[in-house]
């Protein structure tokens, strides 16, 4: 919206040009998100805090959850609307991935939405049943795939290709199973977050972290001179996702400045299924999977802790972990929750440093 002004305003004055630089704009994004989460949260947490329901706590969970009860939750709507209103001031609007990436967004946030309304308005502490989640997530995740499989430049063969870090002479292409691929990292990473959004700021930190090593790729991946030199997949326009990661880096800050321990607010479902589906979403358009399984790490082994946890006793009868996800585990070994969301978010900062060292280790 600002960019198209600012393109007219270079006309009269050449000053205004930099407005067309990624960074730049880049930079703008998450200032504006940032200042608007901090300037928007008191408000949206109290219009929360009417709804008088509150995060539904766990039984079996440890007990000092329990003084959580009544904390309002459905806070990521903030993080959503900052990130929105960041990115048509400051992105370029005619780019597709853009588009793509808000509706992907928008559609998995109205999915965390429902859940989070059944819970909380509704006093169902089930949410919504977890085969209609699963659907939706599905044809959203589905048709996003299909999308970027349908509007891939047919001279661009990298945009459907399957590259794997550190090994530069492997690429498979994947024709239509680029559809598959796209599918998994966008619902797996949606359900992910979401799993991992159990602690004061616990998903937050390593969102914002991954979400900027991404807009590193894209930056990269959408300059000719910079793909070349570092040998990873061009993609052109893929550099506009820089704004979009910076407003997910903005607003996730200002989003962390009231959800950090003790929380005032937590992101709920809304928040952490629409975030989880963009980190995907934006890892296939750079067509960094795998990267990305790297950096969320965090991620990935609270998901696994789960799985491992659910199979393990329906095999043997027996829990693998005290609790899962696996940082229900730690507290449950006598950690305090400060210690457990800080240690995951140094864990968070080594996994997104060794992903960017691919960049150079081709």
């Known amino acids: 919206m600002l960019l198209e002004l600012t393109r007219w305003l270079q006309q009269l004055e050449g000053l205004f040009g930099l407005f067309g630089y990624l960074t730049f704009r880049g930079i703008l994004a998450a200032l504006t998100a940032l200042f608007l989460s901090l300037w928007m949260g008191p408000a949206v947490i109290r219009k929360l805090a009417q709804y008088k329901g509150g995060q539904p706590i766990r039984s079996d969970g440890p007990q000092t959850h329990f003084s959580k009860a009544g904390t309002p939750t459905m806070g990521g709507a903030l993080i959503l609307i900052t990130v929105l209103l960041s ?25 965390g939405w429902l859940d989070d309304w059944i819970k909380i308005v509704k006093r169902d502490p089930n949410g919504l049943k977890s085969r209609w989640k699963y659907l939706l997530q599905s044809i959203f995740g589905l048709a996003a795939g299909v999308f970027l499989y349908m509007t891939a430049d047919p001279t661009v063969p990298a945009a459907t290709t399957f590259f794997v870090p550190l090994l530069k002479m492997v690429a498979v292409p994947l024709g239509a ?9 966008i619902v797996g990473f949606s ?9 004061d700021g616990l998903a937050i930190m390593p969102t914002v972290l991954v979400a900027c090593a ?12 910079f793909s070349n030199y570092l040998q990873i997949p061009q993609i052109p326009g893929a550099g506009e ?3 979009i990661c910076a407003a997910i880096a903005g607003a996730g800050l200002g989003f ?37 399984v790297v950096m969320g790490g965090v991620f990935v082994i609270e998901t696994l802790s789960v799985m491992i946890q659910v199979a393990s006793f329906k095999l043997t009868g027996k829990r693998v972990f005290r609790m899962a996800p696996i940082h229900h585990h730690f507290e449950l070994k006598g950690w305090p929750e400060p210690r457990v969301i800080v240690r995951f978010w140094i864990i968070s900062v080594i996994l997104v440093l060794v ?3 691919t960049l150079k280790v081709r």
């Open 177 to 185: 199973f680029f559809i598959v691929v796209a599918y998994f990292w």
């Open 87 to 111: 990115v048509l001031l400051w992105g370029d609007l005619r780019n597709r991935y853009v588009w793509l990436v808000l509706t992907v967004m928008l559609a998995f946030g109205a999915i």
């Open 256 to 292: 962390l400045w009231f959800n950090t321990y003790p929380a005032m607010v937590f992101m709920g479902d809304i928040g952490a299924l629409a975030l989880g589906a963009v980190l995907g979403t934006m890892a296939i358009i750079v067509r960094q999977e795998l990267v990305l």
């Open 355 to 357: 992903g960017l060292a």
């Open 214 to 225: 991404l807009g590193v790729f894209a930056y990269a991946s959408g300059n000719a001179v």
């Open 241 to 243: 996702l820089v704004i």
């Open 191 to 199: 359900n992910a977050v979401n799993l991992t959004d159990g602690l």
